[in-house]
């Protein structure tokens, strides 16, 4: 017959091996889903900034459709908005047509909307 203690003592190396990859299948999970979770929070809060650079962009285009037609003013330009996006206007003449490109930023973040008439 076998001697116990040495069974028991090989159970304990096992129960130990066992326990420390369960615990590294966990935290690699766990590393897993933290990570997806921060690139998603990243995503969100990029639509935010989209949204105003959009914005911006097309401000651009009106602003400078408006300067056209009221003033005749075609040279480019570039303006700040109050709530910290920028704009940069280009107009490109083509006769008898008019192109309006208009790039709007806000942070990290940059939109272009173009204009044909």
Avoid at 9 to 33: D, F, H, P, Q, W
Avoid at 44 to 49: F, L
Avoid at 52 to 73: F, H, N, P
Avoid at 84 to 98: C, I, K, M, Q, W
Wanted: no cysteine.
């Amino acid at each position: 017959m076998k001697n116990p203690a040495k069974i028991i003592n090989k159970e304990k190396g096992i129960a130990v091996l066992i326990t420390m990859m369960i615990i590294s299948i966990v935290m690699l999970v766990a590393t897993l889903i933290a990570s997806v979770v921060s690139v998603q929070l990243k995503l969100a809060s990029d639509i935010g900034d989209s949204i105003t650079a959009i914005y911006a962009a097309d401000s651009g285009v009106e602003y400078k459709l408006y300067q056209i037609r009221k003033e005749g003013i075609l040279e480019n330009m570039e303006f700040s908005l109050s709530n910290g996006a920028t704009v940069s206007v280009t107009v490109l003449r083509a006769f008898p047509n008019l192109t309006i490109k208009s790039l709007g930023s806000y942070l990290l973040v940059k939109r272009q909307f173009e204009a044909d008439f």
